[in-house]
């Protein structure tokens, strides 16, 4: 189903049927596992084709809050991107404005 880049972005920044959710564990020094439960948290994006992981924090909530976040950056950089290409299109070419230019 097409969704409108648009509509995602200003209410919630993605949905949640769209987004898939792995839990896996940290990787430590020298291949160690740190952690032996699953606090690493990846979250891609499907239609978008993103993926944010993140493995700072011992809990996988936090981890889990700090990839949304993540993931609203990514798409707010991409519709800012998207408004600086349409503005420069409607903005046009820019003219030295010197004495033999009138």
Not at 5 to 32: P, V
Request: proline share 2%; hydrophobic share 35%.
């Amino acid at each position: 189903m097409y969704r409108p880049f648009w509509k995602m972005t200003q209410s919630s920044g993605y949905y949640n049927s769209d987004l898939e959710i792995t839990a896996m564990r940290s990787d430590g020094a020298d291949g160690q596992n740190v952690n032996e439960v699953n606090s690493a948290v990846r979250i891609c994006h499907i239609p978008a084709r993103i993926n944010v992981k993140v493995a700072q924090e011992r809990s996988q909530l936090q981890n889990r809050e700090i990839t949304l976040k993540q993931l609203k950056g990514h798409f707010l950089a991409i519709v800012n991107d998207r408004k600086l290409k349409n503005f420069e299109v409607i903005k046009g070419d820019v003219v030295e404005a010197n004495l033999g230019a009138q």
